[in-house]
């Protein structure tokens, strides 16, 4: 349907996520501003009823979803309310009795606890809020669970991962539908990255490491994050930390599942993606400020761990906004 409107619904309820919801809404208004009636959405509950979001904001809906009429795409959105008692079952069976006519099925977050009951995803790849992960994969083990992507599209079903999560997944339905140009100028419009940096990974590896960090770390990760062009041996590590080298790297290997040294590769590394798409600062700068002994070192570090030249990964994943 190549410059057909299409028609979204987005299913609420009681203790939906309100930027969930109000994110993909933002996203294809945006997308109807600068392409008139490309989309037109339609906020429904399973009864027409008023309804409440997560954060206490009363919002009535727009209709019943039986009465939203011919829907292209239906999106449901997370939120603590898909985990109280019979709200979950009320929305999978309105989800299967609207999927028949639907072209796509959308679960942001953890909508993905009103999509996995319904049967609909049964047998395919999905994601979600990473907190959730591992509860999703035990309850329902006809999905399979991929933690770490941003979104996932396997066949009609969308499914993304945590909250701001939500965007990125609304873009790239904007851009299967109109193209990357539209997507684009939604995006600049919205202020955010048309194709989010990270390889699929929804929170960093220094706020992994910082969230783990006991008292004895705490100051250490701060420091490391700050002064990663610095020596970061072992030995430097240990010292700092005011331990032996040895006993350092068997409490480290401990607590984080990782060695010293791999560690400060990650946080490199993770810090040269964020500069290879936020500046146009050449590749042997970024080596150098990120702590790589030499560009050709950075560059072997780089292509090992994600698959491809830091060149190749500005090229793909740059805003160029």
Not at 167 to 194: K, W
Request: with cysteine; hydrophobic share 45%; proline share 5%.
């Amino acid at each position: 349907m190549p410059g057909s409107t299409r028609r979204i619904a987005l299913l609420a309820y009681d203790g939906v996520q309100t930027l969930d919801l109000a994110g993909p809404l933002d996203a294809f208004a945006a997308a109807s501003d600068l392409r008139q009636g490309a989309y037109n959405t339609v906020v429904a509950t399973v009864e027409g009823a008023p309804f409440s979001s997560e954060a206490g904001m009363r919002i009535t809906p727009d209709c019943a979803l039986a009465d939203a009429g011919a829907i292209d795409t239906l999106l449901l959105p997370g939120g603590e309310g898909l985990r109280r008692p019979g709200v979950a079952a009320s929305v999978a069976a309105a989800l299967r009795a609207a999927a028949p006519g639907l072209r796509r099925i959308v679960s942001v977050c953890t909508g993905i606890y009103g999509l996995a009951p319904s049967g609909l995803a049964d047998g395919r790849c999905v994601t979600t809020h990473w907190k959730f992960a591992a509860d999703v994969a035990a309850r329902f083990p006809a999905i399979t669970v991929q933690p770490d992507a941003i979104f996932i599209k396997d066949g009609s079903i969308y499914t993304s991962a945590g909250i701001t999560a939500s965007i990125d997944l609304a873009l790239a339905l904007i851009e299967e539908d109109f193209g990357p140009a539209l997507a684009l100028a939604v995006a600049r419009d919205l202020v955010v990255y048309m194709k989010r940096s990270g390889g699929q990974q929804q929170y960093s590896e220094p706020l992994r490491f910082q969230a783990k960090a006991g008292d004895r770390f705490a100051e250490l990760a701060d420091w490391m994050l700050a002064h990663l062009h610095h020596d970061l041996s072992v030995e430097a590590l240990a010292a700092r930390a005011g331990m032996s080298a040895r006993q350092f790297n068997r409490r480290f290997k401990t607590a984080f599942g990782a060695s010293p040294a791999q560690h400060v590769e990650t946080l490199r590394l993770d810090a040269a993606r964020d500069r290879l798409t936020g500046s146009g600062a050449s590749v042997a700068y970024i080596a150098d400020a990120v702590g790589f002994r030499s560009d050709d070192a950075f560059r072997r570090a780089f292509d090992r761990r994600f698959g491809l030249s830091p060149i190749a990964y500005r090229q793909r994943f740059a805003p160029h906004v």
